[in-house]
């Protein structure tokens, strides 16, 4: 069993929470994910690792309410325990290969929207440990809904909040506040973005005009996080990838994500499950090697 040792309500139905689990604490890297249950008969459901305390021994995770499985995992109190916590999953980021020296010469940006913000926290939180500065944008529809302001802030080059309704930071979206940051003079060679897919691809859509090459997480579309039940079938560059398995990131020029968008809806009723299955054929489900 895995024991919540920290619980806290971030913001609106978002919870943080950390859970003991040193296996997956010591082998964590920054853009992988977990997949937990709260009890045997609970679903499992995949996220992405805000945070690891090696030493302690415990991860945290960060996790809306959206559905019944998560409005039961927010009943859960400290001293509670999680039936499974299965990880770390899927590659991490690809900053987490490169040569330290030259890491350390990137101009990198990340952009955080809502929920995302956890996972582009965890890779702040690398970068700063191992001395890369790097800039962030967190976006949020009102300032009551952005969530680990102060850890952001604490890890961060330069933070820059946008809000759509303007009651903190930039008034607007996150491409706004990039665009007004480009015509400020700031210029960067790499940038990260996470949150709900409609952001990405139109933070996509800006980076490539702008001509800043940018890395999606794709997270967001996972349901089962094993390869084997097909949810995260997308496509990059014209090939078809499963997030979980081949990702969870990916360059964000090269993902359809006009395609993903339909493609989950659909995925949400049994009788769209049957028609995506007859469409893909032999590319319906991941390469988990058991579902052949």
Not at 157 to 173: E, K, Q, V
Request: charged share 25%; glycine share 10%; aromatic share 6%.
């Amino acid at each position: 069993m895995f024991e919540i040792t920290r619980k806290e309500l971030l913001g609106p139905k978002v919870y943080l929470m950390d859970i003991v689990a040193p296996r997956v604490a010591e082998r964590a890297l920054p853009g992988q994910f977990l997949i937990v249950r709260a009890d045997a008969e609970g679903e499992r459901i995949p996220l992405t690792v805000c945070d690891d305390n090696k030493e302690k021994g415990t991860i945290t995770i960060v996790f809306q309410t959206v559905g019944a499985e998560t409005m039961r995992m927010a009943e859960l109190e400290v001293g509670d325990s999680f039936a499974d916590v299965v990880g770390p999953l899927g590659n991490p980021s690809d900053l987490v290969d490169v040569p330290l020296d030259e890491l350390k010469k990137k101009k990198i940006l990340f952009i955080a929207g809502g929920v995302g913000t956890a996972p582009v926290y965890h890779q702040l939180k690398w970068l700063h440990e191992h001395g890369v500065d790097a800039d962030c944008i967190q976006g949020a529809r009102s300032k009551e809904i952005l969530i680990l302001e102060k850890e952001m802030e604490a890890v961060t080059g330069n933070l820059y909040f946008a809000t759509d309704d303007g009651s903190y930071g930039i008034h607007g979206n996150v491409c706004v506040a990039l665009q007004q940051l480009y015509d400020e003079g700031k210029r960067y060679d790499h940038c990260v973005v996470i949150g709900p897919m409609i952001m990405m691809k139109f933070a996509c859509q800006l980076t490539k005009k702008l001509g800043i090459p940018t890395v999606v997480s794709m997270n967001t579309i996972m349901v089962d996080g094993t390869g084997m039940c097909g949810a995260c079938r997308l496509l990059v560059g014209g090939k078809v990838k499963f997030a979980c398995v081949d990702g969870p990131e990916f360059d964000g020029w090269e993902v359809d994500f006009d395609q993903a968008m339909q493609r989950s809806r659909l995925y949400k009723t049994e009788e769209g499950r049957l028609l995506l299955k007859e469409q893909e054929k032999e590319t319906h489900e991941g390469g988990c090697g058991y579902c052949k």
